[in-house]
Protein backbone atom coordinates (compact mmCIF):
# COMPACT_ATOMS: atom_id res chain seq x y z
CA UNK A 1 0.00 0.00 0.00
CA UNK A 2 1.26 3.66 -0.81
CA UNK A 3 2.13 5.28 2.33
CA UNK A 4 -0.15 8.42 1.16
CA UNK A 5 -3.26 5.80 1.15
CA UNK A 6 -1.75 3.99 4.58
CA UNK A 7 -2.20 7.25 6.68
CA UNK A 8 -5.31 8.55 4.72
CA UNK A 9 -6.89 4.64 5.89
CA UNK A 10 -5.68 4.35 9.42
CA UNK A 11 -8.24 5.21 11.92
CA UNK A 12 -8.41 4.78 15.52
CA UNK A 13 -10.39 1.44 16.66
CA UNK A 14 -11.76 1.45 20.31
CA UNK A 15 -13.41 -2.43 19.90
CA UNK A 16 -11.14 -5.44 19.32
CA UNK A 17 -11.57 -9.20 18.70
CA UNK A 18 -10.04 -11.47 21.33
CA UNK A 19 -8.05 -12.73 18.93
CA UNK A 20 -4.54 -12.99 20.23
CA UNK A 21 -1.62 -11.06 18.62
CA UNK A 22 1.70 -13.18 18.22
CA UNK A 23 4.92 -12.23 20.07
CA UNK A 24 6.43 -11.71 16.20
CA UNK A 25 4.41 -9.21 14.89
CA UNK A 26 4.44 -6.94 18.24
CA UNK A 27 7.86 -7.08 17.38
CA UNK A 28 7.30 -5.89 14.18
CA UNK A 29 5.43 -2.54 15.57
CA UNK A 30 8.41 -2.34 17.92
CA UNK A 31 10.75 -2.34 15.00
CA UNK A 32 9.07 0.36 13.36
CA UNK A 33 8.87 2.51 16.30
CA UNK A 34 12.32 2.20 16.52
CA UNK A 35 13.41 3.62 12.81
CA UNK A 36 11.49 7.01 13.44
CA UNK A 37 14.02 9.87 13.28
CA UNK A 38 14.66 12.00 16.69
CA UNK A 39 16.92 14.66 18.00
CA UNK A 40 20.30 14.06 17.78
CA UNK A 41 19.33 10.32 17.31
CA UNK A 42 19.15 10.32 20.79
CA UNK A 43 15.99 7.33 20.12
CA UNK A 44 14.43 8.48 23.84
CA UNK A 45 11.75 6.07 23.38
CA UNK A 46 10.79 2.89 25.42
CA UNK A 47 8.31 0.87 25.67
CA UNK A 48 6.44 -1.49 27.79
CA UNK A 49 4.31 -4.49 26.23
CA UNK A 50 1.48 -5.25 28.24
CA UNK A 51 -0.36 -8.37 28.07
CA UNK A 52 -1.23 -9.37 31.62
CA UNK A 53 -5.28 -8.99 32.01
CA UNK A 54 -4.84 -7.71 35.56
CA UNK A 55 -2.11 -5.02 34.44
CA UNK A 56 -4.62 -3.88 31.60
CA UNK A 57 -7.70 -3.30 33.73
CA UNK A 58 -5.36 -1.38 36.38
CA UNK A 59 -4.57 1.00 33.57
CA UNK A 60 -7.64 1.08 32.13
CA UNK A 61 -9.20 2.37 35.36
CA UNK A 62 -6.42 5.25 35.60
CA UNK A 63 -8.46 6.61 32.01
CA UNK A 64 -10.06 10.21 32.33
CA UNK A 65 -12.79 10.81 32.45
CA UNK A 66 -14.74 7.76 34.19
CA UNK A 67 -16.36 7.27 30.91
CA UNK A 68 -13.19 7.53 28.74
CA UNK A 69 -14.31 5.55 25.15
CA UNK A 70 -10.92 4.25 25.67
CA UNK A 71 -11.47 2.57 28.91
CA UNK A 72 -12.54 -0.78 27.50
CA UNK A 73 -10.29 -0.66 24.83
CA UNK A 74 -7.14 -0.72 27.72
CA UNK A 75 -9.11 -3.32 29.41
CA UNK A 76 -9.77 -5.77 26.22
CA UNK A 77 -7.38 -5.28 23.73
CA UNK A 78 -4.51 -8.29 23.28
CA UNK A 79 -1.77 -5.87 23.95
CA UNK A 80 -1.71 -2.82 25.75
CA UNK A 81 1.89 -0.86 24.67
CA UNK A 82 3.07 1.95 27.10
CA UNK A 83 5.23 4.53 24.71
CA UNK A 84 7.53 6.52 27.23
CA UNK A 85 10.38 9.04 26.86
CA UNK A 86 13.82 9.54 28.76
CA UNK A 87 13.84 13.06 29.78
CA UNK A 88 16.92 15.21 29.38
CA UNK A 89 17.95 13.30 26.88
CA UNK A 90 16.43 15.12 23.60
CA UNK A 91 16.85 18.52 22.44
CA UNK A 92 19.87 19.32 25.24
CA UNK A 93 23.33 19.68 24.32
CA UNK A 94 25.90 19.33 27.22
CA UNK A 95 23.11 19.46 30.06
CA UNK A 96 21.27 21.94 28.47
CA UNK A 97 18.27 22.22 26.31
CA UNK A 98 18.67 24.18 22.89
CA UNK A 99 15.44 25.57 21.79
CA UNK A 100 12.61 27.40 23.86
CA UNK A 101 10.66 24.34 23.78
CA UNK A 102 12.36 22.68 26.84
CA UNK A 103 12.55 18.62 26.47
CA UNK A 104 12.10 17.40 22.59
CA UNK A 105 11.29 13.56 23.91
CA UNK A 106 7.04 14.36 23.35
CA UNK A 107 8.11 15.14 19.28
CA UNK A 108 10.54 12.31 19.35
CA UNK A 109 8.18 9.62 21.12
CA UNK A 110 5.23 10.48 19.01
CA UNK A 111 7.31 10.16 15.85
CA UNK A 112 7.73 6.49 17.01
CA UNK A 113 3.94 6.11 17.91
CA UNK A 114 2.92 6.98 14.20
CA UNK A 115 5.44 4.80 12.67
CA UNK A 116 4.62 2.15 15.11
CA UNK A 117 0.36 2.70 14.47
CA UNK A 118 1.36 2.47 10.76
CA UNK A 119 2.86 -0.52 10.94
CA UNK A 120 0.07 -2.00 13.24
CA UNK A 121 -2.26 -0.86 9.99
CA UNK A 122 -0.34 -1.88 7.55
CA UNK A 123 -0.36 -5.78 8.96
CA UNK A 124 -4.11 -5.39 9.53
CA UNK A 125 -3.97 -4.24 13.14
CA UNK A 126 -6.53 -1.54 15.18
CA UNK A 127 -4.54 1.02 17.22
CA UNK A 128 -5.90 3.79 19.65
CA UNK A 129 -3.46 6.65 21.10
CA UNK A 130 -4.88 6.95 24.84
CA UNK A 131 -3.31 10.18 26.18
CA UNK A 132 -6.25 11.33 28.63
CA UNK A 133 -5.21 9.04 31.80
CA UNK A 134 -4.06 9.85 34.91
CA UNK A 135 0.11 9.52 34.02
CA UNK A 136 1.10 9.53 37.73
CA UNK A 137 -0.63 6.35 38.83
CA UNK A 138 -0.11 4.79 35.10
CA UNK A 139 3.13 5.18 35.69
CA UNK A 140 2.98 3.62 39.19
CA UNK A 141 1.30 0.82 37.78
CA UNK A 142 4.10 0.41 35.13
CA UNK A 143 6.76 0.94 37.62
CA UNK A 144 8.11 3.79 35.14
CA UNK A 145 11.42 5.42 36.91
CA UNK A 146 11.43 8.99 37.91
CA UNK A 147 13.96 10.26 34.76
CA UNK A 148 11.50 8.54 32.38
CA UNK A 149 8.22 10.28 31.59
CA UNK A 150 5.08 7.70 30.17
CA UNK A 151 3.47 9.25 26.98
CA UNK A 152 1.05 7.20 25.79
CA UNK A 153 -1.11 4.15 25.98
CA UNK A 154 -1.93 2.16 22.62
CA UNK A 155 -4.43 -0.36 22.72
CA UNK A 156 -3.38 -3.00 19.65
CA UNK A 157 -5.76 -5.97 18.27
CA UNK A 158 -7.19 -7.04 15.51
CA UNK A 159 -10.00 -4.07 14.63
CA UNK A 160 -13.77 -5.52 15.67
CA UNK A 161 -15.21 -2.23 14.20
CA UNK A 162 -14.27 -0.08 11.18
CA UNK A 163 -14.65 3.41 12.04
CA UNK A 164 -14.72 6.28 9.30
CA UNK A 165 -12.98 9.39 8.59
CA UNK A 166 -13.23 12.12 10.75
CA UNK A 167 -13.60 15.34 8.26
CA UNK A 168 -10.39 17.29 7.81
CA UNK A 169 -9.81 20.46 7.49
CA UNK A 170 -8.89 21.94 4.31
CA UNK A 171 -4.67 22.38 3.23
CA UNK A 172 -6.48 25.94 2.33
CA UNK A 173 -7.67 26.70 6.20
CA UNK A 174 -3.81 25.70 7.33
CA UNK A 175 -0.93 26.32 5.07
CA UNK A 176 0.45 29.83 4.53
CA UNK A 177 3.05 30.86 1.84
CA UNK A 178 6.33 32.71 3.11
CA UNK A 179 4.41 33.81 6.44
CA UNK A 180 2.03 33.97 8.24
CA UNK A 181 -1.64 34.65 7.73
CA UNK A 182 -0.81 35.19 3.93
CA UNK A 183 -3.01 32.36 2.31
CA UNK A 184 -1.09 29.65 0.01
CA UNK A 185 -3.43 29.57 -3.12
CA UNK A 186 -2.37 26.03 -5.12
CA UNK A 187 -0.82 26.08 -7.49
CA UNK A 188 2.04 29.19 -6.55
Known amino acids: ?8 SRRSVRKFKPDPVPD ?3 MKLLE ?3 WAPSWANTQCWEFVVVKDPKIKAELSETLVP ?3 PAKSAVANAPVVIAALGRKGVSGFYRGSAVTNKGDWFMFDVALAVQNLVLEAHAL ?3 TVIVGALDFE ?8 PPNVELVALIPVGYPDES ?4 PRKRLSDMVYRDVYGNKMIAGQ
Open 163 to 166: PQAP
Open 124 to 126: GLG
Open 1 to 8: MDIIDLVK
Open 32 to 34: AAR
Open 66 to 68: PRN
Open 24 to 26: DVV
Open 137 to 144: KASKILNV
